[in-house]
Nanobody
């Protein structure tokens, strides 16, 4: 079992930046792809970004492409999400999770070990 803990959320003005971290414990996640998802108030949770176990391949939701960057440090068992040019509509609780698909998926049903989430609030 892997425990994932997200951090780095907060309140930021539109146009600002935040860097989220997802620290894993209990088991190494270096053998797995990892993903970030988010859930805005009154909306379903949605895919944001994912990264392969080596970090060599990344994929993004169209809504964040060019503004967000996912990365990982396997030595630290940590995954990051750098968020730049933040918009009001990026306001949400952000979650990280482990990809169990084995081939790289953006579908939530393939993800496990969800963290508790970190709140990101962007003021307009």
């Amino acid at each position: 079992q892997v425990q994932l803990v997200e951090s780095g959320g907060g309140l930021v003005q539109a146009g600002g930046s935040l860097r989220l971290s997802c620290a894993a414990s209990g088991r190494t996640v270096s053998s797995y792809g990892m993903g970030w998802f988010r859930q805005a108030p009154g909306k379903e949770r949605e895919f944001v970004a994912r990264i392969t176990r080596s970090g060599g391949v990344t994929r993004y939701a169209d809504s964040v492409k060019g503004r967000f960057t996912i990365s990982r440090d396997n030595a630290k068992n940590t995954v990051y999400l750098q968020m730049n040019s933040l918009k009001f509509e990026d306001t949400a609780v952000y979650y990280c999770a482990r990809d169990t698909s084995g081939y790289g998926s953006s579908e939530q049903r393939w993800y496990d070990d969800w963290g508790q989430g970190t709140q990101v609030t962007v003021s307009s």
